[in-house]
């Protein structure tokens, strides 16, 4: 599955923030769910800073269930409802 994040923080922190939930296997959150699921582990995390990760979110149609986003923010929505051409 993909995951694409949203975030105003700086990116290292962020994953830093994911990678200690997983190893913690915090399952109120997304990613740790997915990385300590069955067949998947901290091992299989990879990571890379995007500029558009809203359009990406919407592009490759990430959000739950298709993917593990679980937010729907108002750009997204209004993405959705073609309200905003990319």
Do not use: C, W
């Not at 700086?10 to 069955?38: C, G």
């Not at 959000?63 to 750009?75: A, D, F, K």
Request: overall charge positive; glycine content about 4%; hydrophobic content about 35%.
């Amino acid at each position: 599955m993909l995951y694409i994040g949203e975030t105003g923080r700086r990116l290292d922190d962020r994953i830093r923030d994911h990678l200690y939930d997983i190893r913690k296997n915090d399952q109120s959150k997304p990613v740790s769910r997915h990385f300590n699921s069955s067949n998947h582990s901290i091992s299989d995390f990879a990571a890379f800073g995007l500029s558009k990760e809203m359009r990406l979110i919407y592009a490759f149609d990430t959000l739950n269930p298709h993917g593990i986003n679980e937010r729907l923010t108002s750009v997204n929505l209004l993405l959705s409802r073609n309200l905003i051409v990319i």
